[in-house]
């Protein structure tokens, strides 16, 4: 049996791997999106295997670590945080990848119009994941805090692209299919910022020991 | 300490009490909108509270055991399970409140057309989701095996009623926020879906072992 804690430190590596990927993969589908570049989305959507492939190699690592050793206190919380923090991402990679599909559907048809508020939110949510991935790296709960307050912000966006492009069905109906590959690339962009703050929580949990979830008291292991 | 096998029996049931509230809160989300019944949707919203607390108690119990025992084989797997059910339960629960606020708007406007497909499609995805909480109380592979096709059919049944409602709102603007409504409403029932089919893999997993998201090879414990 190799040593519990490089097995941890590879552990913890192989997350952040996989939040950088995720990370550029966000990216790259809402640059997609803006510069109609149809060649980047492909890629995103192929990026979608090694993301894959990333959880299952995550989730084996911990099943693995839970076996082999008698985890308890902080190294238990790393490993259901591990768990957690890896569905997270998976999911997110799902969501860039539907960003994607539907940059592409948008970079046939002609633009109606500017992309409103969307790549302002983009940036955001990346800002956003940037930095509960800061905070995990950093196992620093006051940063993972700092992220929470933004998930309002993103919100608030989602609701005025949403008005902005419902408007604009309304008096343009032959640009309802463009809208709605927009609303829904809203609707993603906001998901991404939801587990972002899911990843920020996380961390607080893992340093702290308190589950901040729901508005949980504090729920010691 | 209490003894383990009665432990992780609670656990189960607490799984299965969720599993419960969930379907539902699912089931009456729809039928709040089929009804236009407001009250209906507000119960709903007001039992996300209990689902997130259900939630936060079936993540300390798994934390717990995983703590004060040295789970392996099947028991380790059925914790690593629970904290993914768990978190599928608890999304499943987000996404039928998101229905029920949707019904709440679509009951102040006229009904423009009938549900389309809706019913249908909840009613595939009720089913699902049934059978896979059935897969996971009988440890039941081969039942699990069985829901996953069924996912086809809820995309293919969404794609209808997307292309259904680009139609009608093209034709008449007016239409445009309700048929955009009842397009989140098949978005979010399609999550639920693949919400449902992550559970049905659990359960394959948690009795033969063999992890068989994205495909993978075999990924023994």
Redesign the interface.
Known sequence: MRHFAVELEELNQAILEMGALVESTIHCSVQALVDRDERMALRVIEDE?RI??M??DV??R???L??LN????GD??LL?MA??IN?DLERMGDLAVNIAERAISLSKVPPVKPLIDTPRMASLVEDMLHRSLDSFVKRDAALAAKVLPADDEVDSLRDRIYSEL?EV???N??V??AA?HL??VA?NLERIADHTTNIAEDVIFLVRGI?V??H?TE?K?
């Open positions: 295997n894959n492939q959880e299952l989730d084996a911990v099943t693995r839970l076996a008698q985890p308890v206190a238990l919380r259901i768990l957690k569905t419902l069905m309304q008096l109906p032959t309802v299919p709605i609303m829904f609707r589950d979830r729901h949980a729920n292991v």
